[in-house]
């Protein structure tokens, strides 16, 4: 399904002026055979807990237990350059004004939502514009259905607790938000079986995907984003939703799920090959980065050809052809409304930065394979069918780095990866500082969770005795994601 150009998806003026203030806003009254089957009978038992995730507790101050040793325990807290980068002391959120008009709203939801209309909004993607689907279809949503409402105001919570230096009440809220969403999704799910699911039960799952990135979770993303694929499928796929909401989505699904697949060996629910929609717009997560975030699932699925040398030769190549022929405007995108050049600029470097890392990926990816392989002559083969080396890759992405200042332009905030996966295979100690510094201004800047668990994996990678970062993902039982 081909989308058309993006009408404007800003919210009414109205209702932008009356978050900005505070005031209540009006609430309205795998297989395609596996998919089929899933479309008859979806299988949500077991979805979602009857309380805060188990496999992801929260303490008493809301974050997460941590699952591995001490030897982490304070490596997030103070940069290679002394800053603190998990918290700042100066970020403002502008006072609610009382209002007799407040009666929709709580007090404390018309709080969160304003922080996210304000600022969270334009931190949590990686291209801010006037159509931004955070605010233009999220907030109207949320107006409507006290199930979005609770997912937004987790998300928003969770992520000024990370923002901000006296946080305990944004945990708070945030871990209570999510408790309140996790119950009244099991409600509805529980009410809609076999009748079809809301299109507020997919919102509320996807926002909580976003939580658990935002709030740095190791574990409980992946059950979350498991739920949104076969609510999506249940639904008939992508073609049973509006345009509006089938953007978010797909931008949303394609993101997370292809960035997973390189740090997670879960197999993730799929979504028919058939059923794809082409983004005619630059998308609020992509950006530039749609064929190369592909191109690195497709990496990350190279193990399964093992067994086959011939076929396993021909993908390297083909990803090897793919990567040497892209440039940012391989694809023409539509830019969306208050999109500038210098934006534009930046998303072309963070997308070359991605190339970079992708070359990365597959040379660690197949040194990886070749310990296991049985034919080392076979093996000894791989590096000459990629155009660039390592060691150029490494070269390039850290010169990119370097010709920034990683400010709060948000199109920066999709480096984690390519910083981290740059970390995890230079052996240089000033290039491993500036992937540091780096992602410490990331962490600063976006306030996304993610970034300090880049940050500790690196530490115990380069303290340990393990020589492969997934070696260490996997004695850690981590489900690192990168988005």
């Known amino acids: 399904m081909l989308l058309k150009e993006a009408r404007s998806k800003s919210p009414p003026k109205d209702l932008e002026e009356r978050v900005r203030n505070g005031l209540a806003l009006a609430a309205s009254p795998a297989r395609d055979d596996e998919n089929d089957a899933m479309k008859r009978n979806p ?106 409402m609770n997912a937004l105001c987790a998300v928003s919570a969770v992520h000024l607790a990370n923002r901000t230096h006296n946080s305990l009440d944004a945990q708070t809220a945030a871990t209570n938000y999510y408790i309140q969403t996790m119950s009244g999704l099991r409600s509805i799910l529980s009410a809609a079986s076999g009748r079809g699911y809301p299109e507020e039960t997919i919102l509320a799952v996807a926002l909580l995907c976003k939580y658990e990135i935002v709030r740095g979770s190791v574990k409980q993303w992946e059950m979350h984003l498991d739920a949104l694929e076969r609510l999506v499928i249940s639904r008939g796929g992508f073609a049973s939703f509006d345009e509006d909401m089938t953007e978010f989505l797909w931008g949303l699904f394609l993101y997370a799920h292809n960035m997973a697949k390189i740090t997670s060996r879960r197999q993730f629910t799929a979504i028919s090959a058939a059923e794809t929609v082409n983004i005619s717009k630059l998308d609020t997560y992509v950006g530039y980065t749609e064929e190369l975030i592909k191109t690195c699932a497709r990496i990350a699925d190279l193990p399964l050809l093992s067994c086959d040398p011939v076929a396993l030769g021909l993908e390297i190549h083909a990803i090897d052809m793919s990567l040497r022929d892209w440039t940012p405007t391989v694809t023409k995108y539509a830019a969306p409304k208050g999109i500038t050049e210098s934006t534009l600029l930046r998303l072309r470097l963070v997308a070359e930065c991605f190339r970079d890392a992708a070359y990365i990926f597959l040379h660690t990816t197949l040194d990886k394979m070749s310990r296991k392989f049985t034919s080392q002559n076979l093996a000894s083969l791989w590096p000459s069918l990629i155009t660039l080396s390592k060691g150029d890759a490494l070269e390039c992405l850290l010169e990119r780095i370097k010709s920034v200042s990683l400010d709060q332009h948000c199109e920066y905030s999709a480096l984690t990866f390519p910083l981290f996966i740059t970390g995890c295979e230079t052996g240089s100690p000033a290039s491993r500082d500036l992937v540091i510094r780096s992602l410490s201004k990331l962490e600063v800047n976006f306030g996304i969770g993610n970034v300090k668990r880049a940050k500790e994996l690196l530490h115990i990678l380069w303290e340990g005795e393990e020589t492969h970062w997934l070696d260490v993902l996997e004695r850690l039982n981590w489900g690192l994601i990168l988005a």
């Open 43 to 148: 299988d949500f038992s077991g979805y979602p807990p009857s309380c805060v995730p188990s496999s992801s507790s929260l303490n008493a101050d809301g974050k997460e237990d941590r699952p591995f040793d001490a030897k982490t325990r304070n490596l997030s807290r103070t940069t290679n350059d002394g800053s603190d980068a998990a918290r700042i002391d100066h970020l403002e959120v502008v006072p609610l004004k009382p209002s007799s008009n407040i009666t929709h709203l709580s007090h404390l939801e018309a709080h969160y939502l304003q922080y996210h209309m304000v600022q969270g909004s334009k931190l949590m993607v990686n291209l801010e514009s006037d159509e931004n689907p955070l605010r233009s279809l999220l907030i109207p949503r949320a107006c409507s259905s006290p199930l979005v």
